[in-house]
């Protein structure tokens, strides 16, 4: 494995924690539970292979308009006890980012979220950015509306507008890195979910059918082997 080759941006989609559950006849709580440990470990990887930015999908806002929210109120919950271990941020000098649509989520989650922020905010190791009730259409549509009020007040002029400065407006801009180098799909699902629409132009995909509770270091390898196989284009066509 060549260090110099590692990707420096890291994205998750943890996916197939109910399926993991569901196949071994437990509830769909313990499919959380066991993936929210996946992540612990996951976090760890990224710290000791020297990853700089971790994002990682919670759930998609998308969520909200399903039948049985309280599948939700777990998730979060368990995000809250994830959120809430700061003494492990603080020692492996993890830096906290949340980013998505705060409005639906209870306002002690709100606070907490803020509190773990502002805590490991001059943190310089990873970055592991969580993505709570987010979308990536969402994220997109607030960059437009902050430079529309720009545009309004007279701050920017309408041919100031370009990609830079969209990239400057995402939510993700809260990272050194705001694009992931590679992308990372759990549970067999070919898609990305309406998830860093934006930011995942360039980035290169790997999915595995490993429900995200069994995704561990042998898997976590694998997608780097296969991310330092492939040659990045941005765009480009064959030469």
Same mark, same amino acid.
């Given at each position: #494995?060549?260090?110099?080759?590692?990707?420096?941006?890291?994205?998750?989609? #943890?996916?197939?924690?109910?399926?993991?559950?569901?196949?071994?006849?437990?509830?769909?709580?313990?499919?959380?539970?066991?993936?929210?440990?996946?992540?612990?470990?996951?976090?760890?990887? *990224?710290?000791?292979?020297?990853?700089?930015?971790?994002?990682?999908? @919670? =759930?998609?806002?998308?969520?909200?308009?399903?039948?049985?929210?309280? =599948?939700?109120?777990?998730?979060?919950?368990?995000?809250?006890?994830?959120?809430?271990?700061? #003494?492990?941020?603080?020692?492996?000098?993890?830096?906290?980012?949340?980013?998505?649509?705060?409005?639906?989520?209870?306002?002690?989650?709100?606070?907490?979220?803020? %509190?773990?922020?502002?805590?490991?905010?001059?943190?310089?190791?990873?970055?592991?950015?969580? &993505?709570?009730?987010?979308?990536?259409? %969402?994220?997109?549509?607030?960059? *437009?509306?902050?430079?529309?009020?720009?545009?309004?007040?007279?701050?920017?002029?309408?041919?100031?507008?370009?990609?830079?400065?969209?990239?400057?407006?995402?939510?993700?801009? *809260? &990272?050194?890195?705001?694009?992931?180098?590679?992308?990372?799909?759990?549970?067999?699902?070919?898609?990305?979910?309406?998830?860093?629409?934006?930011?995942?132009? %360039?980035?290169?995909?790997?999915?595995?059918?490993?429900?995200?509770?069994?995704?561990?270091?042998?898997?976590?390898? #694998? @997608?780097?082997?296969?991310?330092?196989?492939?040659?990045?284009?941005?765009?480009?066509?064959?030469?």
């Amino acid at each position: #494995m060549r260090r110099e080759a590692m990707p420096e941006h890291v994205a998750v989609i #943890m996916d197939g924690n109910r399926r993991w559950a569901r196949t071994r006849g437990l509830p769909a709580v313990a499919g959380y539970e066991a993936g929210l440990r996946a992540l612990k470990g996951m976090v760890q990887l *990224c710290c000791r292979w020297g990853i700089r930015v971790l994002t990682v999908f @919670a =759930f998609s806002s998308d969520n909200w308009l399903r039948p049985k929210v309280r =599948f939700l109120t777990v998730r979060i919950r368990l995000s809250v006890n994830f959120v809430s271990n700061l #003494m492990v941020f603080s020692r492996d000098n993890i830096r906290f980012s949340c980013i998505g649509d705060p409005s639906k989520l209870p306002d002690p989650v709100k606070e907490l979220i803020t %509190y773990a922020e502002e805590r490991t905010k001059h943190n310089s190791g990873l970055q592991l950015i969580v &993505a709570v009730s987010y979308s990536g259409k %969402y994220d997109i549509v607030q960059a *437009c509306q902050s430079i529309a009020l720009k545009v309004k007040d007279g701050v920017i002029e309408p041919e100031d507008i370009n990609e830079f400065l969209i990239e400057q407006e995402l939510q993700t801009n *809260c &990272a050194e890195i705001p694009n992931p180098d590679l992308l990372i799909r759990t549970s067999g699902e070919l898609r990305v979910s309406n998830f860093l629409l934006w930011q995942l132009a %360039y980035t290169e995909l790997y999915f595995t059918r490993s429900h995200w509770p069994d995704f561990g270091e042998t898997e976590f390898l #694998m @997608a780097l082997r296969s991310f330092q196989q492939r040659q990045r284009r941005y765009g480009e066509g064959d030469s």
